[in-house]
T-cell receptor
Framework: KNEVEQSPQNLTAQEGEFITINCSYS?????LHWLQQHPGGGIVSLFM???GKKKHGRLIATINIQEKHSSLHITASHPRDSAVYIC?????????FGAGTRLTVKP | NAGVTQTPKFQVLKTGQSMTLQCAQD?????MSWYRQDPGMGLRLIHY???????DQGEVPNGYNVSRSTTEDFPLRLLSAAPSQTSVYFC????????????FGEGSRLTVL
């Protein structure tokens, strides 16, 4: 079983919808990262969390350390949000990644 | 500010050939790392470095070699390429090991025939 599990694997939404992507992990961590990979392949960091909640524009990330679970929310989704969203957990010097959630937002 | 620069973007090798993927960052980050990305498997850590002169293995280090002679550069060497090393490779850097924002290079697509 993968140490980092994401759901759903694929998600299709209509423009304007509220989107939630989930990440569960099975190991103790020092931090959790949410990454965005664009169709062209480039990867950018969205959030780094060790507790609580962070917000940046229309994106919100939360983490529950006790339940080993994090969520990424996108409010008022837009076609430009179409990408693969990747959850990654840092433990000591190691990093483990989820397989990603492919999001398609239709106009 | 260039961030993380990775070269080459594309490379085709024959089995048994060697090559080096270059990675350079201009943000004075101590932590640098190499990952490979394969379809359906997500990113996997190959090697990492926490500073000049210090390197260590990640999840999938076999067949790869790294060195860190300067803070800026962290090259990844394939000693004898195998078809199983066909993948997309990403270099990343961070100011703090696992608790800082990760900055990724644009990726290098390697095909081994």
């Amino acid at each position: 079983k993968n140490e980092v599990e994401q759901s759903p694997q694929n998600l299709t939404a209509q423009e304007g919808e509220f989107i939630t992507i989930n990440c569960s992990y099975s190991v103790g961590i020092s931090a959790l990262h949410w990454l965005q990979q664009h169709p062209g392949g480039g990867i950018v960091s969205l959030f780094m969390l060790s507790s609580g909640k962070k917000k940046h524009g229309r994106l919100i990330a939360t983490i529950n350390i006790q339940e080993k679970h994090s969520s990424l929310h996108i409010t008022a989704s837009h076609p430009r949000d179409s990408a693969v969203y990747i959850c990654a957990v840092g433990r000591n010097n190691d990093m483990r990644f989820g397989a990603g959630t492919r999001l398609t937002v239709k106009p | 500010n260039a961030g993380v620069t990775q070269t080459p973007k594309f490379q085709v090798l024959k089995t048994g050939q060697s090559m080096t993927l270059q990675c350079a960052q201009d943000m004075n980050h101590e932590y640098m790392s190499w990952y490979r990305q394969d379809p359906g498997m997500g990113l996997r850590l190959i090697h990492y470095s926490v500073g000049a002169g210090i390197t260590d293995q990640g999840e999938v280090p076999n067949g790869y070699n790294v060195s860190r002679s300067t803070t800026e550069d962290f090259p990844l060497r394939l000693l004898s390429a195998a078809p199983s090393q066909t993948s997309v490779y990403f270099c990343a850097s961070s100011s703090y090991i696992n608790t800082g924002e990760l900055f990724f290079g644009e990726g290098s697509r390697l095909t081994v025939l």
